[in-house]
């Protein structure tokens, strides 16, 4: 009974982000004059900042972004709750007061990227090879402060955020010896 349960959850779960993928290209398609209707920026307004994951910059952009929230959920075992945890996080990005001491661009950002990378976080601690997959995070990261028109602190931020609350949902095994 309970492993029908979890099944059904899984499905559920795996849907959710099939669909959120599929809206995520989707609106991809649409070609929006003006990107600070949509994307986060120091002095938006609230309704960019609740949209801004769902649109991106072009087809390749949410491809990319989509394959990766598809790919979390699907291998490992991200419920509901925490995409919902990951979308909150990126969405009160403190963009406000880090544009003031950061050099933030000034450019509406748009993208799921700060959903995936809470996501990146979040199974930190659930991969088998730690070291290796922290290493070529770290990798990522730095691409995202190199590449133009990239937010690297969004990426810093929800991956920062995810890996906290590994840390604080993360079962933890006291060894003793005998």
Known sequence: MQREKEKIRRKKEKVTSLLLAVIVIALSLLKLSDLHEVGIYAGGS????????FFHSGII????????????????????QRLIIA???????????????????ALPTVGLSGIVFFLFGSISLEVRRK??????????????FVFPYTNGWLHLYCYLCGILSSLLNYPI??????
Request: charged share 10%.
């Open 87 to 105: 979308y909150i996080v990126g969405v009160t990005f403190p963009i406000e007061t880090l544009s003031q001491v950061l050099p933030i661009s």
């Open 61 to 80: 952009h949410a491809t990319l972004n989509a394959w990766c929230l598809i790919s979390l959920v699907f291998i490992y075992n991200i419920r509901l």
């Open 46 to 53: 609230w309704v960019g900042r609740c949209l801004y994951p």
């Open 173 to 178: 095994v006291i060894c003793r010896k005998k």
């Open 131 to 144: 070291l290796y997959y922290q290493a070529w995070m770290v990798f990522y990261l730095i691409i995202g």
